[in-house]
Each structure stands twice: as structure tokens, then as C-alpha cells.
């Protein structure tokens, strides 16, 4: 294979880590019954944060750090906001997407494109020498490594350990849940803060090792949290779904970059692109519910009907049953 | 008598009960400030300053104040239109994207008819009929998404969003470029026959502000007042039985979005031919979501929500004053995000109160 | 186990749900607890399973007096109690559910506990594959997998909170010999109905609540009437068994076919008469659905025709079958029939046609002043739906109807409510059969079909029965059918 190839490759699997790490914590959120619409705000204050830190302290380690407790800090208020005093899911995380948003442009103005320190790569001994793989797979920075741990771990966790269990109980049926000893509320503050702060890692794996520094708002990060939330629902919920849909995107952004360099097409359409194809992908998995399309079936003869009706069904996705609903105990 | 007795109690009840939420939103707007006082310590600029420097900048001349004003204008429009898809339940997160495309087809009515005879009041009307179309087009796209394609209506708004942005930009870098060279400062001034004109020594075209006062008026009437307003708010409450009830919940869901968008594309006129007079990247200046955190904030009421703006208009125009602090101008938004996120949290405080209670 | 209940008491706000009740139950007994919707059983097995904890009074186990704080601590001290909707997980696997909330290390042992999962299901004579999907099980496979949980937990005591509704006949016949033989075994079995029929049948004891209070406890042999006396403090008039059936055919069903993704319903054929009640009977979920929404227009029939008056109706949406004067009344009131946070007002206001713009205030109110009284609304102009009690709502429900209907359909018309409440409704329906209206509801309870309807439809697992002459059948009859015996 050739070397762009590989190059281009290798790029997919990289820009695909901070969009990875964003929905899977929104995936660990959403399947303990709580909607965190703040993503997108958060990814760009964490990002300005881990920046920041990392710039004044010369260590990775707390930027990254910094991120993580911003994405926590944010959710800490979605979980309040939503399982104490069970007000509306998606007022409180637009306000939130929207604020943090504009406090990471406030906030980090003083810092735009000043020099910063960024993760480097580490080839993993003896992998990254395995041709094809090797360089697509085994010749990033750690970032990228964590992001296939994070995978697996989270898929593991969720479907076969007994705490993974409880974590679907109580987004599918909490009353069940409380039923076999959970403290459901206790439990949902806990995924909802902890799949916060996955997302707020997502903004310095950004400005500390993908699209590396801070320009406010040209830093392009504004848009890439939404997407993260629609990769949520057309993974279905399930971590390994919802990787294949980042990687997806991490293609679809490296596409951007190879057009940019080939043709003249103005970059911000280049930017835009991963929208209507998130609207698309959207249609395909919940087109299969509307009640036209049922009526428009039941008139057809029973072949296509049967052969559409598979179809559909394979595409669509359910959500846990309780996701944003609150719960009481009795 | 049976009839007075039960309403009469609640509105000596209710008057009571609006003075408490009132008392409860004045104390979350306090605790924002003290809020937003600490992160302006943290940039360490002085708080009260800052304040003083924002009232002055919105209020100290009468042009400031005409200003507001101006600004106070395509805010109320826009969150007149949001009540409507509140209302009925809906999440009309495109409103930024429907106001681009209002100012797309606003601009390019002027362009189309800029070299005929036609009278210019009457091209102003046309290319506010053409704004007000294309409003009502980007605004059926995520409704017909949502009714017919299961699309929430959040994903579909957002991303038309970013597509009628980019829509924009390519119109300004390309077939509607400036004579030479494209810029992202926009494109080509429409020509000055076509531009509201300002009341004398002042920022503010009396023609606006009488569109905002109506549509703010014809907002609160049909709402409150209307069969129509009843079905949408029977059908944002629970649509289901609002259908079994003998609602055509589809129509009207889409009918919620083209009020909104009828809105949002009379907002992107107004912005057009009263304040850039030529289409920009950035053509929404994010008056969509203003006006979600302003409905927001008010709970969804007309009539306050109209009060509201004014408040937010300030702060919008007295932020533009803080960059001689060396503070950024995100400054507004982050104190209106801070407001709308204390009076929700309060609210469901009290909320949880009363449950206790 | 040996239960001991003292001087219980438990109020919300100003109702009184348990009222100084004392009762004992010694262990290997089953005990049925009998009484009316909101007599206070449901109040008292919540004490007992540690979802409410009770104002005052004691709970002996085994005579030691204890404390129990919540469902699970209840689990952990041998008490174990079976929802009338089992609280399982339909999505997941029945393993998943069997494992979903034990303790233990990370990573459950999944092949031990399967096999457990069959040795327990083979003792019980049970079906239960550990890798099917819960949500595609019916009622009764899910409460045997529920049993089978509970008992793997090692429970002592086993409460059933009207395990009968929605299940069939022969899962009935299986469910009543498991409890006489965990009986048997030393288990103490509450059985909470209020089916006179099934306490006689299968208890040893019975506790009968009326109100709040434990007003008498019964041993064999027992005599109906006097539990009826008991339940209700007097003796029930059942409305009297008018039919306003006619000759003329309103409705007429030809060849209909209809499908879900889990059932396909073929050639359904019936003419349905103005005035007529047909009675929907079968297991939850054999179609009865399905074939009520396809006569309202909220589904479409997969072949066949509809025919209203001799008028083709096929393919037509609700609003226009709702326009000719058809109504439905879905089962969940808070859910598809009314609007929280809108008052009663306002539905009155929705549920008319108005050509004018304006809302007219006045005549609203003057409207739902004359509604709330003809039709005994616990209630004001101004009230929120959500406030009214379940059988207030139903009555609202029946008040929001237009006034000339030729169809009502009805899903479970009178589930939750208290008899009385049940008897008033009917007798409202009739008066609508009385003008012509034809009725076709469906209901779990099997007296109330055969009381109520002209002709009666059994459903089972895809399968339609021939229309039934409600007069020419009985329980037994149908509950075999029900449970796909005598097709």
C-alpha cells in the first residue's frame, strides 16, 4: 500500500479519538437514563482549559487533568439540574452547551495562538513495525492508544461485569433497578459525572494533540460535540457501534483535509460536510418509526413489505426506555 | 356562583403566588451576578466596573439608547417566533439557521430586482416577503424531518445550522463576491434606496420597531387567546392525546415551525436592510439563540419575555464597550447564559420546595 | 416463615390506606388478601416489601421483630414479591435479569447460573430458555421467571399482587400448582386479588380489606356472598343485562388482515350491529390491539376492507374514521387520553369543533360546569386532569366524547377502577348503545366481557375466534380459548 494511503489511514484513527472519547461518554451517560446536551460547550471550554493548564505548568498530565474536571464540573450541574430537581434535560444542557461555549471563548481570549506544549508521538515497539497496521494503528501518541482501551473496556463493562448490569437496569427500567438494591439517583449522578468528564477529556485531546493550540473561535471545535451526541444515537447506545460512527467522522474530517490540499472548494463547506450527514444517518435509524411509513408498508404487497420491514428494523435504534425520565422511589 | 368561587380564588391566589416567583427569579438574578462577578475576578477585572461599563455603554446617549433598541428589535421577533414551537413542545434549536437564510433571500431579492424600475418601498416589501420565504423553508425542513422522518427536531436544527451558514459563505466567496476579490466582510452593499432610514439622530428605524411591537402583540393574542394556541399547547403537553382528541397534531407541529420561521426570516430581513445592509458570514449574530435563552429565562410567557429582551439588548450593546477594558465581547454571552442557568436551577429549587411541602 | 403484622398504620395526606391492621400468617399457608382498588392491599404489601415504611405498628418475622428499610433489604430477609407487571428488564436476556443486581465479583459466573436456571425451571416444569430475550415472552413466562429469581435468592415468603391478570388459562392452572407446592415446602404464599373465584380456589386463609382496614379474615369452606358482603359493606346490584343490539349492520370487517412486528392477525370477517357490544377477549398482546386501532383508523390493515355504513373506509386515517363518527379510548388515560397540565376546561374547549378564532371563556366554563354534574366529576372548571383520581379521569374521559357517536372502542374500560365506578360507567354506555352507538372494548377481566357483551371475540396467539353468543358461554369456555385449548 502506499505511503498516503497509510497516511491517510493512520489520520482517520487519530482525528477520531477526541469525537470517540465524546460519545462514549455521552453513551456510559445516556444508558444510565441521562440526556448531558452540553457536549459541545464543554469540548471547547476543556479545551481552552487543558490548553491554558497545560501551557502555564509545562505538564500534559494536568491539562489533561483540567479537561476531565471541566467535563465532570458540567455534568455535576446536568445531574443536579435533572435527577434532584428533575427539570426539563434539555433546557438545562443547551444553557450549558451555549454558556460553556461562550465562557471558553471569554475565558481563553487572553491565550489565542500563544505556543503551547502538545502530546508527541510514541510508536508502540515491535507493533508499529507490523506493515499496514503497524503505521495505521501502532504509531500515534497515547491518546490514541487510550481511545481503543477505552473501547473495549466500556463495551466489557457494560454487558458482561455486574455493575455494567445495573448501569442498563437503571436507564431501561429504574423502578427494577430499585427493586434489586440500586440507589438509582446515586448511581446516575455517578455515570452522568463520569461519562462528563470522558467529554471533557475530548477538548485537550483536541488542543493537546489533534488540531493542536488554542484560537478561539477559529479553533473549529464549535459543531464537533453535536455531532458526538448524533453518534450516540446511530451507535444505538452500544460502545461499539458507537465507535464505528466516530471513525465515520474521522474519515469523513481526513476526507476534508485530502479535498482541501487537491481542489479549491472553500474549507468552511469542507467543515460543514459531517452535518447533513449526520441528519441523514439520523433519518436511516428512526425512519422506521414514523406512521406513514407503517401505513405506506401495510398498503404494499406482502413480499417488499416484508423485505423493507427487515431492513428498517436492522437500522433502527432504541434508546434505554427511561432515558430522561426522572425517578422517584416509590 | 359555583363558576366565580374556584376562579376567583385562584387569581387572588395566583396574584400572591406571581409576587413569590417573582421574589425567586430576582434572587436568582442576584445570585447570577455574584456568580459572574467571581469569573470576572478570575480575569481580574474589576466587577463593578464592568457592570458600570456595560449600563453606560447601553444607556449613557441617546444614540446607545436608540441602539438597544435596534437591537432589542430582531431579539423579540425572534423569540416571539421560538414561543410558538415551545409551545407545542418543540426545540426549534434552527432558529439561528432560519434567520441566515431569511437575510440569503432578503439580500438576493435586492440583488434580483436592484436594476429595474420597481419603486424601492416596494422592492423592501418584496425582499421581506422573500426573507419572511425563506425563514418558512429552513423552518419546515427539520418539522418535516421530525413528522415524517423521526428526526429530533434539536439534531435537524442544528444541522441546518451549520449547512445554511455555510450556504452563506459560499454565496459571499462565491457567485455573490465583491467586484475583485471575495472577503469574509461580506458581500456587496445593497444599495441605499434600500435601506431603512433611521429617525433622525438616533440607531433606530421607526419601521422596525413597530413590526417588533406587532408581532410581540399578535404573539401574546394568539397564544393566550386563540383556538389555535390551545391546540399547540395541548399538543406540546402530550401529543398523543391531543391527536386522539381530533387535532391534526402534524399540521400543526409544521404549522409551529413556519410561524417561527415566518419570524426568523422577518428577523433576517430587518438585520439585512437595517443593520449589515449586505449578507455576512456570521448573518444570524446569534439572535436564534438569544432568543431561546430569553424564552427560557421568562418560563415561555409573551408578555414578559418582550421585557426581558430589552435587558438582553442592553447587554449586548453595552459589551461592545468592555473591549476597552480588555475584556472579549463573549462577555454578554456568558452573563446571559449565567442568568437563564441560575433562574433554571432556582426554579426547580422551589419547585422541589413546594413538592416537599 | 411466620409473618406478623401489629396495629399497621399508614396514611397519605388525608387518606387513610392502613388502618390499625393486625394479622398473622404462619408459614407454609397461603394467604389471600381480597378487596376492592384502593381498599389498602397494595398499601400494606408495600410495608411489607419495604418500599413505604408505616407511620406506626410492628412487623414480626418468624417472631423478631425487624426493620425493613427497603425491596431489597426486604429480598435479603426472605421476602420476595411478584409485580402485576413484573419488574424485569424486557431488552435484556433472561440470564441478564436473573444476574442484574447480585452480589458478587466483577465478572458473574454465567454457566453456573445458567444451569441453575434450568435445573430450577425443569423442577417447576417451566419453559425458560436463560438466552430469550425478556420482551419476547408473554406475562406469564415473565412472572415464572420472576418466581424462579426470587426463589434463587432464597426467599421464604412469595407476595403476588394479582398475578392472574393476563395470563392464560393453563399458565393459571401451572402458576396455582407451583404455589401449592412451594407451600408444601415450607413457603409462605400472600396472594393479593380481587377475584373471589381464584382466593376460594387456591387459599387456605383469607384477609379481606375494605377502606383501609382488615375488616374480616375467612377460612373454608367459604361462601361468596359473604365475601362480597365484606368487600363492599353491602350487597352488589350488577346493571341488569339489557342489549340494544339491531338488526343493522354498521360496521363491516371483510377479509382483514393485520400485522406487527410480532403478530400477523388473517381474514378477519364480522359485521358489527348499531347498538351491538363485542367483547375483545385474550392473553395481553394476541391482537385485541391491533384490531381495535385498525377499527379506529390508527392502523392501517395489511389486505381487506373496511366498510363504515356501506362506505369503504380502507386506508383512511383516524381523523377522518373519528368524523363519522368514531371514538377510541386508549387504556393509559394520563398517557394518550388526557394532558396533564391542562384543566378540564381546556378539554372541553379542545374536544369541540369551533369555527370562530377566539376562545369563548364563558361558554366554556358554563359547558364544563353542566359536564362535571351530568357525569360526576370529582372535580372544578379549573382542575388539572392530573389531579383527579384515576376513576374521575375515566369519567372525564367519557364526558370529553361527542355527542353522536356511532362507534366507541374502548381499551380496558374499567381497569383500576372500583365497582361502583365500574357499574356507573357501564350504565353510561349503555345509554349510548340505547342511540345507536355500537361498542367493542377489551378487557382482562373475563365476568366483565360476559357480562357487558352481545357477542364476544376470543384472540389467541394470531388466531381470531368466530364472533361467540355472549349468552351461550361461559368462563370456562372461554378461558380455554383463551389459552389456545379448543381451536
Redesign the interface.
Known amino acids: 500500500m502506499e505511503i498516503a494511503t497509510l497516511t491517510t489511514l493512520a489520520g482517520i484513527v487519530e482525528y477520531a479519538v477526541p469525537v470517540l472519547f465524546a460519545s462514549i461518554g455521552e453513551n456510559i451517560t445516556e444508558k444510565a437514563g441521562i440526556t448531558n446536551?452540553s457536549v459541545n460547550g464543554t469540548i471547547i471550554l476543556s479545551a481552552m482549559g487543558g490548553f491554558v493548564v497545560s501551557m502555564n505548568t509545562g505538564s500534559l498530565l494536568l491539562g489533561f487533568l483540567t479537561g476531565a474536571l471541566i467535563g465532570a464540573a458540567v455534568a455535576a450541574?446536568v445531574a443536579?439540574?435533572s435527577i434532584?430537581?428533575?427539570?426539563s434535560q434539555?433546557?438545562?444542557g443547551?444553557?450549558?452547551a451555549?454558556?460553556c461555549?461562550?465562557?471558553g471563548?471569554?475565558?481563553g481570549?487572553?491565550y489565542t495562538n500563544k505556543p503551547g506544549i502538545f502530546l508527541s508521538k510514541v510508536p508502540i515497539p515491535g507493533l508499529s513495525e507490523i506493515p499496514i497496521l503497524g503505521p495505521v494503528f501502532f504509531n500515534h501518541s497515547l491518546v490514541v492508544y487510550a481511545s481503543y482501551l477505552l473501547i473495549i473496556i466500556t463495551f466489557v463493562y457494560m454487558y458482561?461485569?455486574?455493575?455494567g448490569?445495573?448501569l442498563?437496569?437503571i436507564g431501561?427500567?429504574p423502578?427494577?433497578?430499585?427493586?434489586?438494591?440500586?440507589n438509582v439517583k446515586a448511581l446516575r449522578y455517578l455515570y452522568t459525572i463520569l461519562g462528563g468528564a470522558l467529554v471533557g477529556l475530548a477538548g485537550p485531546m483536541y488542543s493537546l494533540a489533534v488540531k493542536i493550540g488554542w484560537a478561539g473561535q477559529l479553533s473549529g471545535l464549535d459543531?464537533v460535540g453535536?455531532i458526538a451526541?448524533?453518534i450516540t444515537?446511530f451507535g444505538g447506545w452500544n460502545p461499539l457501534r458507537v465507535a464505528f460512527g466516530a471513525y465515520l467522522f474521522g474519515g469523513l474530517q481526513q476526507l476534508g483535509i485530502t479535498l482541501q490540499s487537491t481542489t479549491d472548494i472553500?474549507i468552511?463547506?469542507l467543515q460543514?460536510a459531517p452535518?447533513?450527514l449526520?441528519?441523514f444517518t439520523?433519518?436511516l435509524v428512526?425512519?422506521?418509526?414514523?406512521e406513514?411509513v407503517?401505513?405506506e408498508l401495510?398498503?404494499m404487497p406482502?413480499k417488499p413489505?416484508k423485505v423493507i420491514?427487515k431492513i428498517l428494523?436492522a437500522l433502527r435504534t432504541?434508546p434505554p426506555?427511561s432515558l430522561g425520565v426522572p425517578f422517584e422511589?416509590? | 356562583m359555583s363558576i366565580q368561587t374556584p376562579a376567583v380564588k385562584t387569581s387572588a391566589n395566583g396574584r400572591k403566588k406571581g409576587l413569590l416567583d417573582f421574589g425567586i427569579r430576582l434572587s436568582a438574578v442576584i445570585l447570577a451576578f455574584v456568580f459572574t462577578s467571581l469569573i470576572l475576578l478570575l480575569v481580574k477585572a474589576d466587577p463593578l466596573e464592568a457592570y458600570k461599563t456595560l449600563v453606560t455603554g447601553a444607556f449613557s446617549t441617546t444614540s446607545k439608547i436608540t441602539s438597544v433598541a435596534a437591537s432589542w428589535v430582531p431579539l423579540v421577533i425572534a423569540t416571539s417566533g421560538l414561543l410558538f414551537t415551545f409551545t407545542a413542545g418543540l426545540w426549534n434549536i434552527g432558529m439561528e439557521g432560519q434567520i441566515v437564510l431569511g437575510s440569503v433571500f432578503a439580500v438576493g431579492a435586492f440583488r434580483l430586482l436592484d436594476n429595474t424600475a420597481m419603486d424601492p418601498t416596494l422592492v423592501i416589501i418584496i425582499a421581506f416577503i422573500a426573507g419572511a420565504l425563506g425563514g418558512i423553508l429552513w423552518a419546515l425542513l427539520p418539522g418535516l424531518m421530525k413528522v415524517y422522518g423521526g428526526v429530533n427536531e434539536i439534531f435537524g436544527g442544528l444541522g441546518l445550522n451549520f449547512v445554511a451558514k455555510t450556504i452563506a459563505i459560499w454565496l459571499i466567496f462565491g457567485p455573490w463576491k465583491r467586484p475583485g476579490v471575495a472577503s469574509s466582510s461580506g458581500t456587496e452593499w445593497i444599495d441605499i434606496k434600500y435601506r431603512l432610514v433611521n429617525m433622525p439622530g438616533t440607531n433606530l428605524s421607526l419601521v422596525i420597531l413597530i413590526i417588533a411591537v406587532i408581532v410581540a402583540i399578535l404573539t401574546a393574542i394568539l397564544l393566550k387567546g386563540t383556538h389555535f394556541g390551545l391546540k399547540l399547547k395541548a399538543i406540546g403537553k402530550n401529543y398523543k392525546a391531543a391527536y386522539l382528541l381530533g387535532i391534526p397534531t402534524t399540521r400543526y407541529f409544521l404549522m409551529a415551525f413556519g410561524m417561527c420561521g415566518l419570524f426568523a426570516g422577518i428577523t433576517g430581513a430587518i438585520l439585512v436592510t437595517s443593520k449589515q445592509y449586505s449578507l455576512i458570514p456570521d448573518a444570524g449574530f446569534g439572535y436564534g439563540f438569544l432568543g431561546l435563552l430569553v424564552a427560557m429565562l421568562v418560563n415561555y410567557h409573551p408578555i414578559w419575555s418582550s421585557i426581558v429582551a430589552i435587558f438582553f439588548a442592553a447587554l449586548t450593546i453595552g459589551n461592545t464597550q468592555l473591549q476597552y477594558m480588555g475584556l472579549s465581547t463573549y462577555f454578554a454571552g456568558v452573563l446571559q447564559g449565567i442568568l437563564v442557568l441560575f433562574v433554571v436551577l432556582v426554579d426547580g429549587l422551589r419547585k422541589r420546595l413546594v413538592r416537599r411541602m | 416463615m411466620k409473618i406478623t403484622l401489629q396495629h399497621i398504620d399508614k396514611s397519605f395526606g388525608k387518606v387513610h390506606a392502613n388502618d390499625d391492621i393486625n394479622l398473622t400468617i404462619p408459614s407454609g399457608t397461603i394467604q389471600g388478601i381480597l378487596g376492592e382498588n384502593g381498599a389498602g392491599k397494595s398499601t400494606l404489601m408495600k410495608i411489607l416489601t419495604g418500599y413505604y415504611q408505616a407511620d406506626s405498628g410492628e412487623i414480626l418475622l418468624d417472631d423478631m421483630k425487624v426493620k425493613i428499610t427497603s425491596p431489597e433489604d426486604a429480598v435479603v430477609r426472605g421476602i420476595g414479591m411478584l409485580h402485576q407487571d413484573p419488574l424485569d428488564f424486557p431488552p435484556m436476556k433472561v440470564i441478564d435479569n436473573f444476574l442484574l443486581g447480585t452480589k458478587g465479583g466483577l465478572f458473574p459466573n454465567r454457566k453456573q447460573v445458567e444451569n441453575e436456571i434450568l435445573r430450577l425451571s425443569n423442577e417447576f416444569d417451566f419453559q425458560i430458555n436463560p438466552d430469550a430475550f425478556v420482551e419476547t415472552m408473554t406475562v406469564g413466562e415473565r412472572q415464572q421467571l420472576e418466581i424462579l429469581r426470587l426463589l434463587w435468592l432464597g426467599v421464604k415468603v412469595l407476595i403476588l399482587d394479582e398475578p392472574t391478570t393476563g395470563i392464560s388459562a393453563n399458565q393459571k392452572d401451572k402458576l396455582f400448582a407451583t404455589l401449592v407446592k412451594l407451600a408444601s415446602q415450607g413457603l409462605t404464599v400472600i396472594f393479593v386479588s380481587h377475584k373471589l373465584e381464584e382466593v376460594e380456589q387456591l387459599c387456605n386463609r383469607v384477609a379481606v380489606f375494605r377502606q383501609g382496614k382488615l375488616v374480616g379474615e375467612v377460612d373454608p369452606p367459604y361462601r361468596t356472598d359473604q365475601f362480597v358482603y365484606l368487600m363492599f359493606g353491602k350487597n352488589v346490584e350488577v346493571g341488569e343485562k339489557a342489549s340494544f343490539c339491531t338488526d343493522d349492520t354498521y360496521i363491516k370487517l371483510k377479509n382483514i388482515g393485520l400485522e406487527d412486528y410480532r403478530l400477523r392477525l388473517k381474514d378477519i370477517n364480522l359485521e358489527i350491529k348499531s347498538g351491538e357490544i363485542i367483547g375483545l377477549a385474550g392473553m395481553e398482546g394476541s391482537g385485541q390491539r391491533l384490531f381495535l386501532r385498525m377499527l379506529a383508523g390508527l392502523m392501517r390493515p395489511v389486505s381487506g376492507n373496511i366498510y363504515i355504513d356501506g362506505v369503504d373506509f380502507t386506508g383512511k386515517n383516524y381523523h377522518v374514521f373519528q368524523n363519522s363518527g368514531v371514538a377510541y379510548l386508549p387504556a393509559s388515560r394520563l398517557e394518550e387520553g388526557l394532558i396533564p397540565g391542562m384543566t378540564l376546561t381546556e378539554h372541553f374547549i379542545l374536544s369541540e369543533k369551533h369555527r370562530e378564532l377566539f376562545v369563548d371563556q364563558r361558554s366554556a366554563m358554563d359547558l364544563t360546569e353542566e359536564r362535571i354534574k351530568t357525569f360526576n366529576i370529582k372535580g372544578t372548571p379549573v382542575s388539572q386532569v392530573e389531579q383527579l383520581s384515576g376513576g374521575n379521569q375515566q369519567r372525564a374521559l367519557l364526558a370529553l366524547l361527542r355527542k353522536r357517536l356511532r362507534l366507541i372502542l374502548m381499551e380496558h374500560p374499567t381497569r383500576g377502577l372500583d365497582i361502583e365506578s365500574a357499574i356507573w360507567i357501564w350504565s353510561k354506555m349503555k345509554e349510548r348503545c340505547k342511540d345507536c352507538a355500537s361498542i367493542v372494548f377489551t378487557s382482562s377481566d373475563l365476568d366483565e366481557i360476559l357480562q357487558y357483551s352481545d357477542r364476544i371475540l376470543v384472540f389467541f396467539g394470531g388466531l381470531v375466534s368466530p364472533p361467540i353468543n355472549a349468552k351461550s358461554t361461559t368462563v370456562d369456555e372461554l378461558g380455554q380459548l383463551i389459552g389456545g385449548k379448543g381451536w
Open positions: 446536551l450541574i443536579f439540574s434532584t430537581l428533575k427539570q434539555v433546557a438545562i443547551f444553557i450549558l451555549l454558556l461555549r461562550d465562557l471563548y471569554f475565558l481570549a487572553p458482561k461485569t455486574r455493575p448490569l445495573m442498563q437496569g431501561e427500567r423502578t427494577a433497578a430499585f427493586a434489586r438494591g440500586a459543531g453535536w451526541l448524533a444515537i472553500p468552511q463547506i460543514a452535518f447533513p449526520m441528519i439520523l433519518l428512526n425512519v422506521g418509526r414514523a406513514w407503517e401505513r401495510a398498503a406482502e413489505r420491514s428494523r432504541s426506555a422511589n416509590d
